[in-house]
């Protein structure tokens, strides 16, 4: 019998090319072939595994010595000392790259005179040159006084005694390290959105509440990752001070690599362990730093790597149930 026009039609009474050939819960969706990126995987798990290969059964690496140097007092006496000039440069390159931004900023002409040009002696002169310099300051001054300008003075210090090894690598790494720091200090401060400057003054806040309150929180979610950087370079480069006579990890490989040359590359290898553990570390501190001041900003803070890891098992047991359903 015809159907009106508009009238419906039941499933049962459906042409069977309608009807659907399985149920919809028994439907997979199949996923996008991607074969490029299989191919490319497969080539880097490879590469990788000639690399593990070589490490592992090169014996030119000596791994029995690498174990033997690692954990030797030599080498752990210079890795404390690398971890105290990091740490006391990077508190001084911080403390000096703030004001030198804050100066960048001023009203002042004079200020902002001087912390260009600070900033640009500093970043166009290579650390080594720098340190040599401060090395050999006492050529240039003998003593160092304090007292009225261009008059007598009140206190005299002799230089020789005041630079020892530690204050020069101290002092040369931290005034190169506030350098780069300004303009990472500056960075993060420019970044902020000029309204909130302006509401802050709206407000009636005093200046220094606006920077510490409000300017300086959203300014670090910008400075934290630039500036862990510096600190990862500051780390790295923390080998040169072994070029002003201070004994640190690099230092200290160094020195045990000329008595014993035979073994130059397991203590190479040391020391490139060390290091990789100490930037490890602060690369850790990174990610909890940059994630504490994302509160606020973002509407779900990025998961840790144990959250990432159980959200992964959990997917993952979910998908072998619903395999084994089917």
């Keep these: 019998m015809s159907q009106p026009p508009g009238a419906a039609v039941s499933l049962a009474e459906a042409p069977p090319a309608a009807q659907p050939s399985k149920p919809l819960a028994a439907q997979r969706v199949q996923p996008l072939r991607r074969p490029g990126r299989w191919i490319a995987t497969a080539v880097v798990l490879v590469v990788v595994a000639q690399i593990a290969h070589g490490l ?61 040009t600070y900033t640009w002696l500093f970043r166009s002169v290579p650390l080594i040159v720098v340190l040599i310099f401060l090395y050999n300051f006492s050529a240039l001054y003998k003593t160092l006084s304090l007292g009225i300008p261009f008059g007598p003075a009140f206190v005299t210090f002799d230089e020789s005694k005041l630079a020892t090894d530690m204050t020069v690598a101290v002092i040369g790494l931290g005034l190169n390290e506030a350098a780069y720091a300004a303009e990472v200090v500056r960075g993060g401060l420019l ?65 045990m690599g000329s008595t014993y040359p035979g073994d130059i590359v397991p203590l190479l290898l040391v020391a490139t362990v060390w290091y990789l553990i100490l930037t490890s570390a602060v690369s850790v501190v990174q990610f909890y730093v940059e994630r504490y001041f994302a509160r606020g900003a973002t509407r779900t803070l990025p998961p840790t790597p144990l959250q990432k890891a159980r959200a992964a098992l959990a997917a993952f047991r979910t998908r072998l149930r619903g395999e084994a359903a089917v």
């Design 191 to 255: 970044s902020v959105d000029q309204g909130q400057h302006e509401a802050a003054a709206a407000l009636g806040l005093p200046k220094g509440y606006q920077f510490t309150r409000i300017v300086l929180p959203q300014a670090l979610r910008s400075i934290t990752p630039n500036y862990v950087n510096q600190l990862i370079g500051l780390v790295k480069s923390t080998s040169l001070v072994f070029y002003v006579s201070l004994l640190d990890l690099f230092g200290s490989v160094q020195t």
């Design 56 to 116: 592992a059964t090169n014996p030119f690496y000596q791994w029995d010595r690498f174990r033997y140097w690692f954990l030797r007092p030599t080498v752990l006496d210079g890795l404390l000392v690398t971890l105290e000039v990091a740490a006391l440069s990077a508190l001084s390159g911080l403390i000096g790259g703030v004001l030198l931004a804050l100066a960048r900023q001023s009203g002042s002409p004079v200020l902002r005179a001087v912390s260009w």
